[in-house]
């Protein structure tokens, strides 16, 4: 058994799908020689030809409004988005075409489109590169949304947002889907078919004074930060969601009932958070088990800064989530 | 006439207008009497467009349409009870009281919905053009689009995309000269809308789209390429629309010449008239037609009316598959 990074998670399982069902095809901007920016396609055009890996024009809305065409009429598109920041520029595709039609239509229409693409700060892309977005997606309903920390989860979550009869975008954290050579996360390759549904969060550590809820990038510094605090006699039991949508509920409720406490590191602004999200879920349905006040652990409501000091202090860190939990 | 049509054909096209031009009469009243909640955007004075256009088009064939959806799809085959139902937000109606008027789809029969934003089709036909291609069958799309929407950027990447990947695609532009209350020549500086088809290197062509057998002959020729796998054409359609951009709409903008003019070259009476001059429609066969279709309507009506409207917690299904 040999490697699998956050990379050779996304091209397994994207290769896996198109040789399992001739209907996945994948369009996007130079997924054909460079296997789109961070490389996550390459190989898939020599292997599975010209009609089923095609490169589109710099035309965001014309690259999901044809996989909303092609999943329509019998298709399972993969539609690369590249940058979370660019479904600005497709903004109706996603908010009214892809995710309402089939609800306007009475239920009588099924579009398997999978959206991927890159989001998350870290890297000192700017404001226009490193948006999440995912209090906005989360706000569309009919769209799932998958969210992964790990080569592992990559892997598994793609395969069954491929399968999924409905749109499901799949967002690789920048960090996480980092180049070769810039210190890739790496987990030991599974052999044989590797799928994780969609909808059931996992817990990464247990513990019992705690609950601390992540996703993608922030899950490993989630973990980071118990380490410490374990030190400190301090226990915290990490939930990673994997998905947004489904939200797994039941995993936090059943933590927050057990830990009593409950803070959520979440890379987004706090205005309209995923955090938000969770926390009102929390106090709706667990209040009587909390014994302190809710926390979030959020960005500042700004635009993602360039400098690579204000980025950091922008975003949500192991350092900050401890002094989250230790106050 | 050039093109050689069979009896048979040009009766189907005419009851295809007229059933078109009585159903939105109908609708224009039901709206008026307060039957049909929502917006409402009628096709009277188009009818030659969508008929021309889906009389080439056989059930596998796909549609998408626009806000000003109803002739399309009736052209494509839709049945007016069920659009009736719909219209009215009953349980039975085509989506199941979830869409309404800018929403009507039958994808049984290729019609991928009505659709609220304008331009929003282009991109969407595109992609089901490349699955057509990717599945390698010989069925086509035909897009329909106002003038508005070529202005928008969505057309821009729709037809580059269908025309570097040499789609089955037939972008139809009905020009019916406004887009709201904006007369297309204050928003663009094309005279034919066709010519926008040299930036793509794609054909273009314009024709009366109040003629219902030069739409016809047109877009022959175009889905005749398209299925050849020649790629998409785009086909300016002239008309005009007869009522308001929404009903109700006071029509400031227009001048009452315009609106006689216009009038004159009503394409439903032009058709009739002109199958009656070569002998294929007497005035008892017309007549016989326009009967059976107010009986249609009247049905239709009564269906909607007699319908249950959806329960509320309806509400909550079919968001996800």
Avoid at chain 1, 89 to 97: A, F, P, R, S
Avoid at chain 2, 7 to 15: A, D
Avoid at chain 2, 24 to 39: L, T
Avoid at chain 2, 55 to 60: D, G, M, Y
Wanted: charged share 25%.
């Amino acid at each position: 058994m040999g490697e699998l990074t956050f990379r050779m998670a996304v091209t397994r399982a994207v290769d896996e799908e198109m040789a399992r069902d001739p209907n996945v095809i994948l369009l996007g901007e130079d997924v054909r020689i460079w296997g789109a920016p961070r490389t996550e396609f390459r190989g898939l055009y020599d292997k599975h030809g010209p009609k089923r890996v095609l490169d589109t024009p710099i035309s965001e809305a014309a690259i999901l409004g044809a996989a909303i065409g092609a999943a329509a009429t019998g298709l399972r598109p993969i539609a690369n988005i590249m940058f979370a920041n660019f479904l600005g520029m497709c903004g109706d595709e996603l908010i009214n075409q892809l995710t309402q039609m089939r609800y306007m239509f009475g239920g009588k229409i099924k579009l398997p489109v999978t959206i991927t693409g890159y989001f998350g700060a870290g890297v000192s892309a700017a404001a226009q590169h490193s948006r999440t977005l995912t209090g906005l997606l989360l706000s569309i309903p009919g769209l799932k949304i998958v969210v992964p920390s790990g080569p592992l989860d990559a892997l598994g979550l793609l395969k069954s947002a491929i399968r999924d009869d409905n749109p499901v975008i799949f967002l690789s954290h920048t960090l996480l889907l980092s180049r070769p050579k810039k210190g890739e996360v790496v987990e030991e390759e599974p052999e044989g078919e590797y799928i994780i549904p969609l909808g059931k969060a996992v817990i990464r550590r247990e513990g019992n004074d705690v609950t601390v809820v992540a996703t993608a990038a922030m899950v490993r510094r989630a973990l980071a930060a118990s380490d410490k605090l374990q030190q400190q006699g301090i226990n915290v039991e990490v939930i990673d969601l994997r998905t947004l949508v489904p939200l797994d509920k039941q995993t936090i409720l059943d933590s927050v009932r057990k830990t009593g406490r409950l803070v959520i590191i979440d890379e987004e602004v706090k205005s309209a958070s995923v955090a938000g999200q969770i926390a009102a879920i929390v106090a709706e349905e667990a209040f009587d088990f909390l014994d302190a006040p809710i926390k979030r652990v959020c960005a500042p409501d700004t635009p993602v800064p360039y400098s690579p000091v204000l980025e950091k202090f922008w975003m949500p860190d192991e350092e900050k989530l401890i002094k989250a939990i230790v106050n | 006439m050039k093109v050689a049509i069979e009896k048979q054909k040009l009766i189907s096209m005419y009851t295809v207008m007229l059933r078109i031009r009585m159903f939105e009469e109908k609708v224009a009243r039901e709206f008026a009497d307060g039957n049909i909640p929502g917006f409402c955007h009628v096709y009277i004075g188009e009818e030659a467009v969508a008929t021309g256009a889906c009389a080439n088009l056989i059930k596998t064939d796909y549609i998408t349409s626009t806000h000003r959806g109803h002739g399309h799809v009736i052209a494509k085959g839709a049945r007016t009870d069920l659009m009736m139902a719909e219209l009215f937000g009953k349980k039975t109606g085509y989506n199941s009281g979830k869409g309404g008027s800018m929403h009507v789809a039958d994808t049984d029969i290729g019609i991928l919905g009505a659709n609220g934003i304008v331009g929003a089709g282009t991109v969407i036909a595109s992609g089901v053009g490349l699955s057509i291609m990717v599945r390698g069958t010989d069925q086509v799309v035909v897009c329909f689009l106002g003038d508005g929407a070529t202005n928008n950027g969505r057309f821009h990447e729709g037809v580059n995309l269908a025309a570097c990947w040499q789609l089955p695609v037939i972008y139809i532009i009905e020009n019916n000269l406004y887009a709201q209350a904006t007369r297309i020549t204050n928003t663009c500086k094309v005279e034919n809308l066709s010519d926008r088809a040299v930036a793509y290197g794609i054909p273009g062509v314009t024709v009366d789209g109040n003629d219902v057998l030069a739409v016809y002959e047109v877009v022959s020729e175009a889905i005749n390429r398209a299925r050849r796998g020649e790629g998409p054409t785009i086909v300016e359609c002239k008309t005009y629309r007869s009522h308001g951009h929404y009903e109700g709409d006071p029509q400031v903008y227009k001048s009452k010449e315009e609106i006689e003019a216009w009038l004159k070259n009503d394409p439903v009476l032009s058709f009739q008239k002109q199958l009656a001059e070569i002998g294929v429609l007497t005035a008892k066969e017309a007549n016989t037609i326009k009967q059976e279709l107010a009986d249609e309507m009247n049905r239709a009506v009564k269906f909607a009316q007699e319908s249950p409207f959806p329960d509320p917690e309806d509400t909550l299904e079919g968001v996800y598959a």
